[in-house]
């Protein structure tokens, strides 16, 4: 049984960042009210979708709205991303998670990949406005799918570009630029780092030799995002931790890896399952 | 009198025709196919019509049992719906799963010599009756008073707050966390022991009578009490439920294929992945699936496991048979099903494979010892006694705690050492003034029918203080 007060959710802008990359502009002035940095909410697109977990990656409280930005990667994704402005989400939730440590820590370098720059966004623009001093890594592939430049700019004191390929900025990692900024004598007080798992690890074998704390945020499989069915657990400092309300940031130094990659694989089968069948009649 | 009543006696327990267990095993339709209008008039003729019906003393929210089944024998189907209605809310969904044979069948005076009389089956009945002959009564709606309510939850204690409100006149509003309402009759229950739809049908009946249903809404996030009370609510019900899982922290458990019972439920019944892919949410089809408890939401999972496609479902449980908390009829079914109860046995550690999926769970023997403080024997591992049992998915489902995120929102609510949130047992009363509390976040997992009980009482003192504000 559903209701009109909370179910706007209208799209009001869509716009493609890249081909796989979308940002969208949502009515949801409950979740614009109250959000802070690190948050997300759950959507789904139609009656018979999935739940999934996107993070909040700004708001405009005097308009009611929030961004999301997410990647095309299976058939939700897929689903949300061929709707249309004007047209209405079947439910949003939020603002889900705790928000992230935010004060003054001194120098903080924020680093996003992928996707992850547009998580890592928020949780730039708040620490700068906390006032560190903000040091930004921001990487993809290649030079066509690297987003959010201008923005992370903007709220950098310095940003630096890597691309995989070396189309654009430094040919390389993110995390051999950390490595690079480190070596000339950088002194960090803080990481954040958001983005593919493999990305996560490798900066936090960075950051752990020079025990600078490093937090970064999981993605794990969630359904509810409430705290109530426990798919999301992950392993922090050998205790399970659900990531919806305990998390989704945790200190990267104590993150067990290998098992949020093993349980993100869990429905590889149903996922390739459900893309191979899918028509998008998700929005009729 | 002696003569009638030889008479009555007479007229064997109707048998509630059901779907086979062959066929049932892998479907998901209702099991119970519900009775006739035949057949639910001749079961209410054995009722003999108690002066003094020891029944009612079985029914937490006094139901006039006799009452309604005089009028089932009479043909007054309608009526009889209208009578359980004026004491409790939810006919449809407590004479499906009420655990009658330890409340009002087993106090009905027959059961002394023989069978008790039906009472949850006659329950059902007429709440389908009422239901399919589209002729629900509106009840009269007291002129409006302009005090606001807000009720958090939408579960049985939940929607039994909202009914009983609106009816006295004040303006409800249900702010409910998931995207469905209905609470774990929704998320929890499964399709076949009920029906979806009739939980639709008693949310719209809520909302026919003018209560406001807001989804997506969880309170302590979304908005906090304090916000509820700033945006002009004068009382405010918390009808939470007892919403985390609780798993055993033994090593392996977070493998593959391992999940909570309450993630399990959530992703077969309110997100419709048994019906996946034409639904988007999957969810793991085991051939050998080990679910681990022995309550009625071990049955449920199991019997979930069972259609979903499983050859092998084991439910393995540390006490015996006579501890389990499942309802009789639940473990009847499930074992007709063709559930295996592994009893006396107690899970130590998940084996995974190279990929991190579950593989096998090393349980260890038990035996029971001395009464624990719940009465029941407990039980004692026997060392050396561990072995492996094959499995390629696993359920626990051992308990529920409370969900910590509006004690954590709501200064000044007070909480026993478990999380629970502490409210008088007569009218839900908590420690926050206008904050009332009952169902599964007062108690701790119950039934439905305590849950909605403790809304009538909450509903009840709420009116009150309203009048007195
Ligand atoms: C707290 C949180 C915040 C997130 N924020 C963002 C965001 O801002 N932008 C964004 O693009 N993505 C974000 N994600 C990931 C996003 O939720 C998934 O990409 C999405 O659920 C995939 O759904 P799908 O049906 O399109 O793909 P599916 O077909 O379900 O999966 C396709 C592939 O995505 C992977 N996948 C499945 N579920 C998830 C998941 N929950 N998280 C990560 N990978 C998954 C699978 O391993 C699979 O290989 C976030 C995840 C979490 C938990
Ligand atoms: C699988 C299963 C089988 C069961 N079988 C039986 C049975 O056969 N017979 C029986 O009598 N009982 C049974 N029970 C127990 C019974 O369902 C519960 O005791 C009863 O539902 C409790 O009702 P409630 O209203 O307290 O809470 P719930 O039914 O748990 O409802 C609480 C609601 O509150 C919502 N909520 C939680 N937090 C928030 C928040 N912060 N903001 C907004 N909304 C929130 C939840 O999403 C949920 O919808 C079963 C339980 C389960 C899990
Ligand atoms: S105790 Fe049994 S026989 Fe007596 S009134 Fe109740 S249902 Fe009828
Ligand atoms: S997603 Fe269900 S508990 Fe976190």
Redesign the pocket.
């Known amino acids: 049984m559903r209701t009109g007060e909370y179910k706007l959710n209208l799209i009001r802008e869509k716009t493609f960042l890249s081909h796989a990359v979308v940002k969208m502009v949502i009515d949801a002035p409950n979740v614009a009210r109250k959000r802070k940095a690190g948050q997300f909410i759950v959507l789904m697109t139609d009656e018979k979708g999935e739940r999934i977990p996107l993070t909040i990656v700004d708001s405009d409280k005097e308009n009611g709205t929030i961004t999301i930005i997410f990647q095309i990667v299976g058939k939700t994704t897929t689903c949300l991303s061929e709707m249309k402005e004007g047209e209405s989400l079947y439910s949003v939730l939020g603002p889900l998670g705790q928000p992230t440590d935010i004060e003054q820590f001194g120098t903080v370098v924020c680093i996003g990949g992928g996707v992850g720059i547009g998580v890592v966004y928020p949780i730039t623009k708040a620490l700068k406005e906390a006032g560190n001093r903000v040091i930004s890594i921001i990487g993809a592939r290649t030079k066509d799918i690297l987003i959010l430049e201008d923005e992370m700019a903007q709220i950098s004191d310095e940003l630096l570009i890597a691309t995989d390929d070396g189309s654009y900025g430094f040919h390389g990692f993110v995390s051999d630029v950390l490595q690079k900024l480190i070596d000339m004598g950088e002194k960090i007080d803080r990481v954040v780092a958001i983005g593919p798992v493999p990305m996560m690890r490798v900066v936090c074998d960075v950051t752990k030799q020079y025990n600078v704390k490093t937090i970064v945020s999981l993605n794990p499989i969630m359904v ?1 995002a ?1 705290g ?1 069915c426990g798919a999301c657990r992950v392993s922090v400092g050998g205790c399970t931790k659900f990531a919806c309300v305990d998390g989704p940031e945790f200190d990267g130094h104590e993150v067990d890896f290998d098992l949020l990659t093993s349980r993100l694989r869990m429905y590889y089968t149903q996922e390739k399952e459900a893309m191979e069948n899918f028509r998008c009649e998700c929005h009729d | 009198m002696t003569e009638a009543k030889k008479k009555k006696e007479k007229i064997p327990r109707q048998a509630m025709p059901e779907q086979d267990p062959e066929i049932r095993r892998s479907n998901f339709e209702e099991v119970p196919l519900g009775y006739t209008a035949e057949t639910a008039m001749l079961e209410a003729k054995r009722c003999i019509q108690c002066k003094k019906p020891t029944c009612m003393n079985g029914c937490p929210v006094d139901v006039d049992i006799p009452g309604f089944i005089k009028l089932v024998a009479e043909g007054e189907y309608l009526e009889a719906a209208r009578k359980i209605k004026e004491t409790n809310s939810l006919p449809a969904v ?1 004479g ?4 009658q044979e330890s409340q009002c069948e087993a106090t009905c005076v027959l059961g002394k010599k023989g069978d008790p009389v039906a009472i949850g089956r006659l329950e059902r009945f007429v709440a389908d009756y009422e239901r399919k002959s589209g002729q629900i009564l509106l009840p009269d709606v007291s002129p409006s008073t302009g005090k606001r309510v807000a009720v ?8 039994t707050v909202a009914g009983d409100l609106i009816k006295l006149g004040h303006a409800v509003t249900i ?4 995207h469905e ?10 399709e076949f ?1 009920l029906p979806k739809l009739i939980v639709a049908a008693e949310v719209g009946y809520l909302m026919k009578l003018g209560v406001t249903v807001v989804t997506d ?6 908005k906090t009490i304090d916000d509820l009370f700033a945006e002009g609510f004068d009382a405010i019900f918390l ?5 985390a899982p609780v798993f055993m922290n033994i090593p392996g458990e977070n493998l593959n294929g391992i999940y909570s ?2 993630e399990y ?1 959530t992703r077969s019944n309110l997100m419709k992945a048994y019906r996946f892919p034409e639904y988007d949410t999957p969810i793991a089809q085991g051939k050998n699936v080990g679910v681990i408890g022995g ?3 071990t049955m ?2 199991a019997r979930t496991a069972l259609r979903l496609g499983a050859d092998n479902v084991y439910v393995i449980y540390r006490r015996t048979e006579v501890e389990m908390p499942a ?1 009789v009829e ?1 473990v009847h079914h499930a074992r007709e099903e063709g559930v295996q109860f592994i009893l006396l046995t107690n899970p130590v550690e998940y084996l995974g494979d190279e990929n991190g999926r579950v593989k096998g769970v090393k349980c260890i023997r038990m035996e029971l010892g001395e009464p624990d403080e719940s009465g029941r024997r407990r039980p004692i591992p026997i060392k050396g006694s561990e072995f492996v049992i094959d499995v390629d998915m696993v359920v626990v ?1 051992i308990g ?1 705690n409370a ?1 910590p ?2 004690p954590n929102t709501t200064p000044g609510l007070k909480t026993n050492k478990w999380g629970y949130i502490v409210a008088d047992e007569e009218t839900g009363k908590t420690s926050r003034d206008g904050v009332y509390a ?5 108690t701790g ?8 009980g ?2 009538k009482k909450a509903a009840k003192a709420i009116d009150e203080y309203l009048k007195s504000k």
């Not at chain 2, 309402?181 to 499964?190: A, D, K, N, Q, T």
């Open positions: 509810d409430t109530m | 407590c499906r799963v009420c655990p958090v939850g939408s579960g049985p204690a939940g929607l702010f409910e966390g998931l309402s209905g609470g774990v009759l929704v998320y929890g229950i499964p022991r809404a969880v309170i302590g996030r979304v009808g939470v439920g007892a919403g019972a309450n439920l309550g009625n939401v449920d999972s309802r639940e489902a529920t969900n995120v509006i009952g169902g599964d976040i007062v997992s119950a039934t439905v029918i305590l849950a909605a403790a809304g």
